[in-house]
């Protein structure tokens, strides 16, 4: 089974009593995180990502309600579980709460065994539906990411790197004539190595952010965000993928298995679209395999729509004085 990370639970409430007896509940099954206003519990939210938030309902500044209507008016926190935890036992504030789309809405004065297992169960949901989702973002063949999985990790990237002006690195990859591959060898030893391609790309990819992803067919995808060194890591897989010595008598680049590769560094994140990044990145992998192919071609797009004039990064890399 895949592991899924314990979940993290911020607890909003202006009371510090009140916090750390909810912490205390939830300390051996979750990662804690506290918050003693509306707009810092915004904030940690944008940052996080949250399984379940305790939230009060009466705070200076934005109370609970409004903080309620933020996050489900936010894409990013839309989803995220929330259950008031509160003071306010009206049948009219519990009602408000519910259609703000609440989970749940417990009063005080808090009764720890009770609160507990509410909490509990509520997050056993959320984390039975994280696993499905999580396995549905998989490819069945080679375990590792899939488009689903590339093209929201993509979106999110660009909106972060564009938020704290940071630098992301995208690639493709394309296997060298996989379909004179599985001519020659049939579809069981291509779907061997695929797999092997995919393991190469999950080893070089051990950040928490980063992505490998099979992109369709032979091609992989791989997304490093705040990353400034795509070029050297598909370099790096491409030497990986030939030292696996895969024989392939009928590539007529090279007596074993290859991979070519098109990357794109873009350190002017703002207001990027990831299709118009895609659409660039597979031009250059094309370029890669017009070019002779076990190679990497890589680009700079360091200002809004245009890629630098140097010239295309030639494996081996290392060797090449055109990369800044």
Known sequence: MIEVPPPAVLIV???RVNRSLLASLLENHCRVLLAKDGASALQKAQQEDLALILLDVSMPGLDGYEVLRRLRADPHTAE???IFITGKTSEEDEERGLLLGATDYVTKPIRPAIVRARIQHHLKLVMQRRELEHLSQRDGL??????????????????????ANLPFGI????????????DSYGHGAGDAALRRVAQVLERNTRRAYDVAARYGGEEFALLLPDHSEIAQ???????????????????????????????LLVDAPQDQDPRTLLSRVDALLYEAKNQGRNQIVSRQLSTIGQPLPEPALRSPIANDPSFH
């Open 142 to 163: 080679t375990q590792i990411y899939n488009r689903r999985h590339l093209d929201n990790s993509l979106e999110l990237a660009c909106r972060n790197a564009a938020r």
């Open 13 to 15: 409430d202006d009371d």
């Open 233 to 263: 890591v598909m370099e790096t897989i491409r030497q990986h993928v030939t030292e696996l010595q895969i024989t392939h008598c009928a590539s007529p680049t090279a007596p074993y298995l290859t991979i070519s590769g098109g990357a």
């Open 171 to 182: 690639g493709l990859i394309d296997v060298d004539h996989f379909k004179p591959f599985n």
């Open 80 to 82: 995220t579980a929330v």
